[in-house]
Nanobody
Framework: QVQLVESGGGLVQAGGSLRLSCAAS????????MGWYRQAPGKQRELVAT???????NYADSVKGRFTISRNNAKNTVDLQMNSLKPEDTAVYYC????????WGKGTLVTVSS
């Protein structure tokens, strides 16, 4: 069983930055895949970024070059640094982890004003 709690969302102007953090209960060392999804109003949930245990990362085309995902096994956290934010990045951001099953956090709202 994995519990995930996101933090760091908020309101920011276009061009600004935010850093989201996902804290996992227990050690994340054994979790191979973690990452972030987002869901904008009226849209389907989409994959934003993934990081595997070895450190390899993958990003949605829409965020490449602007977002950076990282994991800290000592702190049991996975962070998402978001730079050059755009209004279309407005969404609820969900942390996820795959460990036997798929686990989700409750989400954190990011609002980017134009």
């Amino acid at each position: 069983q994995v519990q995930l709690v996101e933090s760091g969302g908020g309101l920011v102007q276009a061009g600004g930055s935010l850093r989201l953090s996902c804290a996992a209960s227990g050690s994340i060392f054994s979790i191979n895949t973690m990452g972030w999804y987002r869901q904008a109003p009226g849209k389907q949930r989409e994959l934003v970024a993934t990081i595997i245990r070895g450190g390899n990362t993958n990003y949605a085309d829409s965020v490449k070059g602007r977002f950076t995902i990282s994991r800290n096994n000592a702190k049991n956290t996975v962070d998402l640094q978001m730079n050059s934010l755009k209004p279309e990045d407005t969404a609820v951001y969900y942390c996820y982890a795959i460990l036997g099953g798929l686990y989700w956090g409750k989400g954190t709202l990011v609002t980017v004003s134009s």
